[in-house]
C-alpha cells in the first residue's frame, strides 16, 4: 500500500511540474490581447470567456471576458426578437477584451418604467487584414432582472 502510494505522489507532482511548465512557456497560447487592434492566433483553441452583465438601478455594466471584440445590443425583455446574426453588423457598440461599458436603463431599447427584465445580445469579431471587424459567432443572449 505504501509503494502505491509513493508512486501516486509521484505521478501527480511530475504532472503538476509539467503543468507549470507550459503555462509559462512563450506559446502563442499564452498571450493575452490588451487593446482592439490585437488579433489572437487562429491556432490559439478555445477562446474562452462570456459577456459579463450585472444590474445596479440604474445602468447595466457589461463586462468582456472573452479574448476577442464583442458587438453588443441591450432590449428589453418584451422587445427581444431571435436574430442568428449580429443584428446591426458593424455599427452596434463593442467592447475590446477586457472592456467594461456602463448602459445606463435609459438607453436599454423599449425600456419603460415597468420593463423588469432585459435581454443582452452579443457576439464576438475578428479583425481582418484590413483592419475591419468580421462577425463570427452566433448571437449569445443574457437575460438580466433590472
Same mark, same amino acid.
Given at each position: 500500500?505504501?509503494?502505491?502510494?509513493?508512486?501516486?505522489?509521484?505521478?501527480?507532482t511530475a504532472l503538476s511540474a509539467l503543468g507549470l511548465l507550459a503555462a509559462c512557456s512563450d506559446s502563442p497560447a499564452g498571450n493575452?490581447?490588451?487593446?482592439?487592434?490585437?488579433?489572437? $492566433?487562429?491556432?490559439? %483553441?478555445?477562446? !474562452?470567456?462570456?459577456? #459579463?452583465?450585472?444590474?445596479?438601478?440604474? *445602468?447595466l455594466t457589461l463586462r468582456n471576458t472573452t479574448e476577442l471584440v464583442v458587438g453588443y445590443m441591450v432590449v428589453d425583455k418584451d422587445?427581444?426578437?431571435?436574430?442568428?446574426?449580429?443584428?446591426?453588423?458593424?455599427?452596434?457598440?463593442?467592447?475590446?477584451?477586457?472592456?467594461?461599458?456602463?448602459?445606463?436603463? $435609459?438607453?436599454?431599447? %423599449?425600456?419603460? !418604467?415597468?420593463?423588469? #427584465?432585459?435581454?443582452?445580445?452579443?457576439? *464576438?469579431?475578428?479583425?481582418?487584414?484590413?483592419?475591419?471587424?468580421?462577425?463570427?459567432?452566433?448571437?449569445?443572449?443574457?437575460?438580466?432582472?433590472?
Open positions: 500500500m505504501r509503494r502505491t502510494t509513493t508512486r501516486l505522489v509521484r505521478a501527480v493575452v490581447l490588451t487593446d482592439d487592434t490585437a488579433t489572437p $492566433s487562429p491556432n490559439q %483553441g478555445i477562446v !474562452a470567456g462570456t459577456l #459579463e452583465v450585472k444590474a445596479q438601478r440604474p *445602468t422587445q427581444m426578437v431571435i436574430a442568428l446574426y449580429p443584428p446591426c453588423n458593424t455599427q452596434c457598440p463593442t467592447l475590446v477584451q477586457g472592456a467594461s461599458v456602463q448602459v445606463p436603463y $435609459s438607453q436599454i431599447g %423599449g425600456y419603460t !418604467a415597468q420593463s423588469t #427584465e432585459a435581454i443582452v445580445m452579443w457576439w *464576438t469579431y475578428r479583425r481582418q487584414a484590413d483592419g475591419s471587424l468580421r462577425p463570427e459567432s452566433a448571437v449569445q443572449t443574457t437575460r438580466i432582472r433590472l
